[in-house]
């Protein structure tokens, strides 16, 4: 039987410059990686319009139930200034210890680690009760409409069952061990545009000003208080972050102003609560200043929470015992694919420590990418006791 090591296979994975959402090639890669170990692989291309193809990789070993799956990216982000990196980005290599590349942390060597831990487990225990899959996408750093998201819809289509699934994104602010993900929160961005009426800045009684609405709105939704967190998130928090009035002379009452606003929200709302909330104030204020208001929503995900489950505690229990430390199970950060997959199926997410994702010299110890190969494998192990 094969093993694979898992730092040859994230060096191998590093190379391929899978730059969102370029595949140059790797997806072929791994599937042919993964029918080495006995998988079936099916690579799944989406596009929509305006959009470049995607693809895309589900592969299962095994055709009884249950399904423990393992999802991640290969898309990386692009690696900026080649002249800043103290290696190639895409030619990886080891010093003092730590594996550099673009994707050693977010997130190759966490796929890398999975699936020496399934040659691993596959080396010991031929014959298993039940299924390992990967779900892997090209589309999760780019606008992740072609990705993980149809997927799971084609999943769902094909009734295919998964019992558990394991994203291994990473999850860690410092040490290997401190966190599991169970829940994300929700992310929503607000275009808002007050149209008023341009005019001389000498004679305002003709013109009306779309600031002084915008202003007022602003400092409204900066007050408002929308909860004060729950025991598993964050408290609610919105932050504006463009303000534009596109004004190239000094004696012209505007007739239009612009702002951007993002809403990172916990369980206690909905996109569309929010929504509601938020409306609300605009049309107040606009009302009284006799201005108009006009607001797109953008809604990445909502806020969601998998109930800690006896695999979760499995998940958490092995962790310790490899890491020593009893790892937080928390919502914090941004938005992942979970949100697409806890649609059909309870999931958690842990990966490696994600100090240095999307920077400059991003990397990986070796000593993290050994273990976290161990707790996947210890992972597999009890989950199919
Ligand atoms: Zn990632």
């Keep these: 039987m094969t093993i694979i090591n898992e730092l040859k296979l994230a060096k191998e994975l590093i190379k391929f410059p899978s730059v969102t959402p370029i595949d140059a090639g790797i997806m072929k890669f791994l599937e042919k990686k993964l029918k080495t170990l006995g998988f079936k692989t099916t690579v799944l291309e989406f596009k929509e319009k305006d959009s470049k193809p995607v693809k895309n990789l589900y592969a299962r070993l095994g055709n009884k139930g249950p399904n423990f799956c393992y999802a ?22 080891v010093k003092k210890g730590y594996l550099i590349g673009r994707g050693a ?41 072609n990705g993980t998201k149809k997927v799971v819809k084609y999943l769902k289509k094909k009734k295919e069952k998964i019992d558990f699934c394991l994203v291994g994104e990473p999850t860690n602010p410092n040490k290997l061990g401190e966190m599991i993900k169970i829940g994300r929160r929700g992310s929503m961005t607000g275009r808002l545009s007050i149209i008023g009426v341009q005019g001389h800045v000498a004679y305002p009684q003709r013109a009306n000003n779309p600031s002084t609405a915008l202003v007022q709105i602003l400092k409204q939704l900066k007050e408002i208080k929308f909860d004060n967190g729950t025991k598993d998130f964050q408290p609610t928090n919105l932050e504006i972050t463009k303000i534009n009035i596109n004004n190239s002379a000094d004696n012209v009452i505007p007739g239009l102003a612009n702002a951007t606003f993002n809403i990172r929200f916990n369980n206690k709302h909905s996109s569309s609560s929010l929504k509601s909330k938020l409306n609300a104030v605009f049309k107040s204020i606009t009302k009284e200043n006799k201005s ?94």
């Design 292 to 385: 108009k208001f006009k607001v797109e929503y953008m809604v990445s995900g909502e806020a969601f929470l998998t109930k800690p489950n006896q695999t979760t505690y499995m998940i958490q229990d092995i962790i310790k015992k490899m890491t020593k430390i009893k790892p937080k199970l928390s919502t914090t950060g941004g938005t992942s694919d979970a949100r697409f997959i806890r649609k059909i199926t309870p999931c958690l997410e842990f990966g490696l420590v994600g100090k240095n994702m999307h920077k400059i010299d991003e990397s990986v110890s070796l000593s993290d990418l050994k273990k976290l190969t161990n707790i996947y494998t210890n992972i597999l192990e009890n989950y199919f006791k």
């Design 105 to 145: 942390n977010d997130m190759k060597s966490s796929i890398a680690a999975f699936v020496s831990a399934v040659s691993n487990f596959v080396a010991n225990k031929r014959k298993f009760n039940g299924s390992i899959s990967l779900l892997i996408t090209g589309d999760e750093e780019g606008i992740a409409i």
């Design 72 to 93: 991640g990216h290969l898309d990386v982000v692009p690696a900026g200034n080649l002249k800043d990196w103290i290696v190639n980005p895409f030619k990886p290599s």
